[in-house]
């Protein structure tokens, strides 16, 4: 089962969530915990697990043989990320811009462009007991993370259970995180600002056809508008968290949850347990 765990906002606790349920659910299964928040991934703090393994992430970008071109402008033509420009006599190519889909090299009617793999970033792995660990990272100044979230997913075994960690917002990296997962789990906070940016996730998870719940972290502060919206909108609120110093300082610290207050395992375990009748549940009426 994949279950990706994603929040509308940055610093909602999802990071937290899905740690904890990983560590949890590695007592009993093979799990796979994928940190797909390449931009930022900080799973790896709470595990205190080295990666073993690294491989690059390369797109193909374009390399153009001006021997052979005419300078047509084809190539300009197709690039709807405007990753290419022809000039008089001169044809600029823009890296950072190009998404390597292909379409100028396989398009120039002079044969004159080739592709040559250009780093973006890198998949690490490492292994600890029944979890295995998948982290992208994305390279410093580079724009797109979405290469590096679809080889991070290369690595899902469905043999065993799978955690992501999902980036923030409702992007396009998001929506690479999230797709094919089998549930989705929207952290989110009792705010004004955690409410508008559930809705953006809950509107997402829909478009991609994914049964989702809630966990609403720092329960007992804010107001219960997250709650009365849940309910309207038919949305199991599956955890609540409550705004707890002890956690928070755990937190700071980089101690898993489950670690520094063991009852929290029991929570986590039922927290998977009600997932699985829920995606059974959704399957049935599909």
């Not at 765990?5 to 904890?20: E, H, P, R």
């Not at 190009?98 to 044969?111: D, K, V, W």
Request: proline share 6%.
């Amino acid at each position: 089962m994949i279950i990706s765990v994603a929040s509308g906002k940055g610093g909602t606790g999802k990071t937290l969530v899905a740690v904890n349920l990983a560590l949890t659910l590695s007592d009993v299964y093979r799990v796979q915990l994928l940190d797909c928040d390449v931009e930022e991934p900080n799973a790896h703090i709470f595990l205190h697990l080295a990666t073993n393994r690294s491989e690059a992430v390369v797109i193909p970008v374009p390399r153009v043989d001006e021997t052979k071109c005419t300078y047509c402008g084809r190539c300009a033509e197709v690039c709807v990320y405007n990753a290419i420009a022809v000039l008089k006599g001169k044809v600029l190519v823009f890296p950072e811009l190009c998404h390597g889909c292909g379409a100028c090299s396989y398009l120039c009617p002079e044969s004159a462009i080739s592709e040559e793999g250009r780093e973006i970033g890198v998949v690490e792995t490492g292994d600890s007991g029944n979890m295995e660990f998948i982290q992208g990272r994305l390279a410093i100044g580079e724009p797109m993370a979405p290469p590096i979230i679809r080889e991070v997913k290369k690595h899902i075994d469905r043999v065993g259970e799978v955690i992501i960690d999902v980036p923030p917002g409702t992007s396009c990296p998001v929506v690479e995180a999230v797709k094919n997962s089998d549930f989705c789990l929207l952290v989110t906070e009792p705010t004004p600002f955690g409410l508008n940016d559930l809705s953006l996730a809950v509107e997402l998870v829909r478009k991609l056809q994914i049964p989702c719940g809630v966990i609403i972290n720092r329960s007992g502060v804010g107001d219960e508008k997250v709650e009365q919206y849940c309910q309207e909108q038919g949305i199991p609120i599956l955890l609540k968290i409550p705004l707890d110093r002890n956690i928070a300082t755990l937190y700071s610290k980089g101690i898993p949850l489950i670690a520094g207050m063991p009852e929290w395992r029991r929570v986590f375990v039922t927290l998977f347990q009600n997932i699985k009748q829920i995606n059974s549940a959704s399957q049935v009426v599909k």
